[in-house]
């Protein structure tokens, strides 16, 4: 109720009011492109924001890969101190450790790719 | 054009990150916006340039526009934002430059217009204070409600009335406002 009696005598507009408020008045500014050039600017951030990721990914992936081999081999080397019945099991089922770190990269890149496509 | 309309293509914009949907908002909105930083910044080539970033800072926080309220209503809390921001941010280009030892005119470079150019509504803002002359704006000139203007500068109502009432005060102090016709 307050608040009904507020707006409405905001509404009520004396004289002084109604001169103000006609030269405050200006003419519609016109687009003129405005909008077309911001909506551009707002596509090329989407598809900078879209692109980062999996680039920034891609381009880590290849800094680190070989450090994290020499790392993951490094790790093998360890090995020599687990009895030999079990190494001979883990060598068995890891064969090709570097193949897998590769593939799991690859893999990684990939389904950023596909979000990226999907979005 | 209807604030239902503009709460759906807010929807739309933030849910599908849909630029053609923002650009839609900013087709209808663009002449307000643009009209309010001229009469703020004075320069229509700087005003359109704050009114570019105002709708980018629109893009970047359109998920917190609750739908209460005018959605122009809180564009212009944008723009307002970006106009106080590029003021700072120019005041602080000018104290260095003048530490450099270069003369920081550029405020008074920014604001001066062709005498031919300078209108009665003009001479009315320069008497105002950059406060007054945004709310006076506000009100006058995008027809903001009180409570809107109060949003939009995060003032209290009673406060928005007052400086209205202050900015009336000036104006028709420092002219004799009913000789005046619009131009």
């Known amino acids: 109720m307050t608040s ?14 109604r001169l103000l408020e006609s030269m405050f008045e200006s003419l519609p500014v016109a ?7 911001v909506v551009g600017k707002i596509r090329r951030r989407l598809w900078l924001r879209r692109l ?21 081999s490094t790790l093998a080397s360890f090995t020599s101190f687990v009895p030999n019945e079990y190494v001979n099991t883990a060598a068995s089922s890891l064969p090709q450790l570097q193949m897998l770190i590769m593939g799991a990269m690859l893999l990684a890149v990939c389904l950023l790719g596909l979000r990226t496509l999907e979005d | 054009m209807t604030n239902q309309q503009d709460i759906e293509l807010v ?8 630029a053609a949907a923002f650009g839609e908002l900013i ?23 704050l009114a570019q970033d105002c709708f980018m ?5 359109l998920h917190s526009y609750s739908g209460r309220g005018s959605f122009i209503g809180w564009l ?30 550029q405020e008074s470079r920014t604001h001066a217009l062709p005498v031919d150019e300078v209108t009665d509504l003009d001479k009315f803002l320069a008497v105002l204070t950059e406060e007054e002359r945004a709310i006076m704006v506000m009100s006058y000139a995008c027809g903001l409600s ?9 003032m209290p109502v009673g406060t928005v009335k007052s400086v209205i009432f202050r900015g009336k005060e000036k104006i028709r102090n420092s002219f004799d406002i009913k000789d005046h016709q619009h131009g």
Do not use: C
């Not at chain 2, 800072?57 to 926080?61: E, L, N, P, T, Y």
């Open chain 2, 57 to 61: 800072h629109a893009w970047d926080k």
């Open chain 2, 76 to 105: 212009l809390k944008v723009a307002y934002t970006t106009f106080l921001q590029s003021k700072r941010k120019s005041k602080r280009y000018a104290e260095i430059l003048e530490s450099a030892g270069h003369v920081a005119d």
């Open chain 1, 52 to 72: 980062t990721l999996p680039v920034a990914a891609s381009i880590g992936g290849v800094i680190a890969f070989k450090p994290l081999a020499s790392l993951v």
């Open chain 1, 31 to 37: 687009d003129d492109g405005f909008s077309v050039k």
């Open chain 2, 146 to 154: 009180h409570r809107e203007i109060g949003d939009a500068t995060d």
């Open chain 2, 27 to 49: 087709r209808r909105h663009q002449s307000q916006v643009r009209n309010f930083l001229r009469k703020l910044a004075g320069d229509p080539t700087l005003a359109d340039d």
């Open chain 1, 4 to 17: 009904k009696i507020i707006n409405m005598a905001e509404r009520i507009k004396d004289a002084e009011d």
């Open chain 2, 11 to 18: 929807a739309k914009a933030v849910s599908a990150q849909d």
